[in-house]
């Protein structure tokens, strides 16, 4: 039971911007590799600073702020590192981002990005299943055009044909959304396998 706790502990990250305003982590996992890139693997600074307190992580950079309690003065991490490697997921669920992220926030028909919404090729009022390979990203435009008729009728076409996509190709993807916000002591753990430019 415990074994469970500490690795969910050390698994959530927090979604919510919000929590996330002032001094967030960036979360590595042992092998210096963040967690997830899309959401961003970050941690608020007071669970940053409660890992370390607890010797769950290894602080790597840190802020120029300071968070002080009656007997101890700690600078805010930046980066921290989990002391123990967590397995990344193999298998990838089937959400709406996550079909999102895939088709690279695009509809699939004409390129469009914004104002997405889902698409099944093969129309499930004729026997199209929810499935990674029948359903695809879709501007509201295409989406309407192409309503319950194949793609043949709706003169449409796929830019690249569905597919269930693998665990590290949906974390490689996520890499080219990086947030709005990236503070400088996090780019080295974000992008230290990109090729150099000569």
Not at 66 to 76: D, G, H, K, M, N
Not at 100 to 111: A, I
Not at 142 to 153: E, I, M, P, T, V
């Amino acid at each position: 039971m415990q074994a469970a706790t500490e690795i969910e502990f050390r698994t959530q990250f927090v979604r919510e911007p919000g929590a996330l305003k002032s001094h967030p982590a960036l979360v590595l996992n042992a092998d210096y590799r963040p967690l997830s890139y899309y959401p961003l693997s970050l941690w608020p600074w007071q669970e940053a600073v409660k890992a370390a307190w607890l010797d769950r992580v290894q602080i790597v950079a840190e802020y120029d702020a300071i968070v002080r309690s009656p007997s101890t003065e700690i600078r805010i991490p930046s980066v921290v590192v989990l002391k123990d490697y967590v397995k990344p997921q193999k298998r990838v669920a089937f959400t709406r981002f996550n079909l999102f992220l895939r088709d690279e926030f695009s509809c699939q028909y004409c390129g469009a990005k914004g104002d997405l919404t889902f698409d099944h090729v093969v129309p499930r009022a004729r026997g199209g299943v929810t499935s990674w390979e029948n359903v695809v990203a879709a501007c509201s435009r295409c989406n309407l055009h192409k309503g319950s008729k194949s793609l043949r009728q709706s003169g449409l076409a796929l830019r690249k044909p569905p597919r269930r996509p693998g665990a590290e190709e949906l974390r490689n993807m996520g890499r080219k959304f990086p947030p709005g916000h990236l503070h400088d002591s996090w780019l080295d753990f974000l992008y230290w396998d990109s090729e150099l430019e000569a």
